[in-house]
């Protein structure tokens, strides 16, 4: 495989924002890049070498977008596997491998695999029913999961105590003990299938506290060398084990006695990483593509303090976006806007994010304030 | 003018690599683009929302391309100019001014500006005629320069002595004492519409002591803080002279006495700037959209130390490029090439660049090497 051939093509399933930052990061190596998205409006459109309308849980439209690309790479998990697998067969590099998404893509046989790999995470149970979240009303206060279709906050909801159990989602999923945790951290790592690994540096978690989105993050977290050092070493444990060729982002809990517990992985680039774009040697996207495409895997050295404010739809608005104050965050030192091309926003939509950099954490953290204040889409 | 409105639509006259650069900071502002170039397999060609076939000196093609664009810029200054005119004249937002890109691309009117607004350039006397060099044999040696058409080292020559008469360019130019430099370095200025302007720290050059292009360089230079500040200086004189709006690289020579001299300039992103898409808050792709579309500009506040080595095509080798040595490189913390997209490679064809990052200069200085011996580019 020589992916600076004239005839090497990528394929990627999605072509949503995480797609739009792989093709940016893939001109510098001048990659011919394949996308496929059930939107024919995707944000990647415009920028793939090829652009093919379809739908990613469709076994033919996987199949027949698969067949004529060297290497496949996702950019969202939820993809048909079968589909992966058969190409996998038939000589087809898919990566990350099928297997590693079936793990991923159903959260009850993710949180299992921790289980079973002696991987820290927070207690769970398996429900198939809502009878059976009923059954295990003693396991309450805890977060109710559904093992398939969450994504972005969807199909996560928290339950109290009994009270709660009329709101409980009917279908297959697990209740996880809601941790007291500290700070919510992650680490993203990247493996090559050599086996050589390279993590990120801990970054620091901020989810607004009704979407179950990240709202904003600091890189590096505040912690202390030996929760780095734990937290490195268990996200290098999951992709180890999990054998994934590609990068993996392990969201995590920090607890209040200092243990680091995985909360979920997701196999692709992740919003925890858009800041190592502008803040680290290597970036996220570009360290995916080196890691699926066998390319030796780059530093993640920090080369600035960074923080990340995700610009999300204002609720009350929906239609043409219209970005408020924009001209105003510009005028800030080390403010860094990135659109999606989402002509439409919708309430909590992704439309965004605005890494901001600092060389000093105070003043860091006063220009996440005015970002967030200051910096709206809406419509008009 | 709202770039972000989405009608808003930014041309660009040129498509080779500075024009992929630029897009690819465009997509973080999700910026519209328009492109045209003469090459019907243009850098740009997959990257753009449109992209026209069509030459850049014909006055018709560049009528036609900017009518429908808000605003309008180059990437490369030879252009048609009369075309620009018109269409700034009839509301279209053309940066750089039609009247700085007639003063540039004429090195005879450029230097001449220089003169007659007091910034120190290297002495010179124009020619016209094969016969006017000869009558200045006693200004030898000297570099002579064609006024029009020169561009990455083509229409400059040295001559030594009057044994040099025989190959003189025919054309007008002019001639400019040789200077005894004790470095090359280069200065790149944004400024916008309101006089406001930013400038980039300076930068030390190594050119290829046969081809007259760029072969490295190192940012920031190693000067004093007085040369560093007499470059910035005459770099913003320079630009708001010209009244410049958009991107301005100015490039000098700084003599063995101290003293800075102007070299020459372009209206655009530059070779001289490439390191800072890695090593600086604010790239000048990213600065140059900012001044051209009426936005504050950036940072320039340096991230890392940087060096940039251009990968030309290798002497003896026309064809399907060959990244000879990529996979060795790619193993060095902090080496990131950046391919410019061009199939076919030619001796001394800009392929592309590499950016190279440390913390310490002489291990960066060290990486320098490695990479100019270590990556060709070859054909098979």
């Known amino acids: 495989m020589n992916p600076f051939s004239k005839t090497f093509k990528l394929g990627i399933l999605g072509g949503g924002q995480l797609g739009r930052m792989l093709i940016q990061a893939s001109i510098d190596l001048n990659t011919y890049i394949k996308i496929m998205d059930p939107d024919a409006e995707a944000p990647c459109k415009y920028l793939a070498h090829e652009f093919v309308q379809g739908s990613l849980m469709d076994f033919d ?3 027949a977008f698969g067949k004529n690309v060297d290497v496949l790479t996702i950019e969202i998990e939820h993809v048909n596997v079968d589909a992966l697998e058969k190409l996998e067969a038939e000589g087809v590099k898919v990566f990350p491998q099928p297997k590693v998404i079936r793990i991923i893509q159903d959260k009850r046989v993710q949180k299992q695999f921790y289980k079973d790999h002696d991987i820290p995470t927070p207690d769970f149970v398996l429900t198939d029913t809502v009878e059976d979240v009923a059954k295990h009303v003693d396991f309450l206060p805890a977060f109710q999961k559904l093992g398939k279709a969450g994504y972005d906050g969807r199909g996560v909801q928290r339950l109290k105590s009994a009270e709660d159990l009329g709101k409980a989602f009917t279908e ?5 003990k809601a941790i007291d945790f500290e700070k919510e951290i992650s680490v993203i790592v990247a ?8 993590t990120f540096p801990v970054v620091e978690l901020v989810f607004h506290p009704v979407h179950n989105l990240v709202e904003y993050l600091f890189a590096p977290a505040q912690i202390s060398v030996e929760v780095e050092e734990q937290a490195q070493q268990l996200a290098r444990k999951v992709a180890d084990k999990l054998e994934i ?3 993996l982002a392990v969201e995590m809990f920090l607890t209040k006695e200092g243990e680091v517990l995985v909360n979920e992985s997701a196999p692709r680039p992740h919003n925890s990483g858009h800041h190592t774009i502008k803040a680290n040697y ?4 570009e360290q995916h593509l080196r890691a699926v495409l066998d390319l030796p895997l780059g530093s993640t050295h920090i080369k600035s303090l960074a923080a990340m404010v995700n610009l999300l739809g204002e609720a009350g608005y929906t239609g043409d976006a219209y970005y408020e104050g924009m001209e105003t ?3 800030i030192a080390g403010v860094y806007p990135h659109l999606y091309g989402k002509q439409t926003t919708k309430p909590f939509r992704k439309m965004g994010h605005v890494t901001i950099l600092d060389i000093n954490l105070s003043s860091l953290q006063n220009k996440v304030s005015v970002v967030r204040d200051g910096l709206k889409v809406i419509s008009k």
């Open 61 to 63: 439209a996987v199949y």
């Open 282 to 285: 290597t970036s996220q996207f």
């Open 329 to 331: 965050v510009l005028q």
């Open 172 to 176: 297959p999923g697990l209740l996880e």
């Open 245 to 247: 060729v590609g990068l």
């Open 191 to 198: 493996r090559r299938s050599n086996g050589e690994m390279e």
